[in-house]
Every structure is written in C-alpha cells, then in structure tokens.
Nanobody, 123 residues
Framework: QVQLQESGGGLVQAGGSLRLSCAAS????????MAWFRQAPGKEREFVARLSRSGDNTHCADSVKGRFTISRDNAKNTVYLQMNSLKPEDTDVYYC????????????????WGQGTQVTVSS
C-alpha cells in the first residue's frame, strides 16, 4: 500500500509557474508508476501526465505538452509536476495517483490517490 499527499498548489497569474509535489509513504515507491490528473467541479477527471517506475519514460497530455514536466525522485519518495506558462484553463484540483507496474493514462486503473491540491490561474 502507498499513501499520497500533494502540495504546492495555489493562486498564480497567467504565464506564471508552480511546482506540485506528491509525497508517498512506504518503502516500495519505486515499484509504482505515477501520474497526475486534474478535475474541475462537475467534470470528469482528466489525465495530465504519467511517469514510469524508473522515471525514464514520461508522457504528457497534448493540452499541457511543452509546458508541464513530470519527474520523480525515488530516494525522496516524491513525484513532481512542474507547470510553466500557466493558463486560466489550467485551473483545477490536481491529484497524484499510483499503481504498480505499467504507467497508464487511464484514471480507473490507478489504485491509490491523494487528496488533491487546488491550482488557480488568474487572467
């Protein structure tokens, strides 16, 4: 099992940057693929970025490609989402998720979720 806790959200102006962190409990963090999703009230959860267990393979959604970067530090049991050139449409609650083995972009395939952190981008 793994428990996840996001941090780093907040209010930022359009064009600004934020770095989200997701700290994981447990000693087997490196055996979990990780991902970030986001969700607005009344909308479905949307895939943002995913990362393999080693961190060598990443994939970002087209809507954030070139602006967001996902990474991990297995020694610190932490995954990051660096968000640059933020837009008002990036405003959402951001969640990190974990699953053993393969890094998928399908939210239903993730077993563990954090509580979420709010990101608000003002125009």
């Amino acid at each position: 099992q793994v428990q996840l806790q996001e941090s780093g959200g907040g209010l930022v102006q359009a064009g600004g940057s934020l770095r989200l962190s997701c700290a994981a409990s447990g000693r087997t963090f490196s055996s979990y693929a990780m991902a970030w999703f986001r969700q607005a009230p009344g909308k479905e959860r949307e895939f943002v970025a995913r990362l393999s267990r080693s961190g060598d393979n990443t994939h970002c959604a087209d809507s954030v490609k070139g602006r967001f970067t996902i990474s991990r530090d297995n020694a610190k049991n932490t995954v990051y989402l660096q968000m640059n050139s933020l837009k008002p449409e990036d405003t959402d609650v951001y969640y990190c998720a974990a699953r053993p083995d393969w890094y998928t972009y399908v939210s239903l395939e993730y077993d563990y979720w954090g509580q979420g952190t709010q990101v608000t981008v003002s125009s």
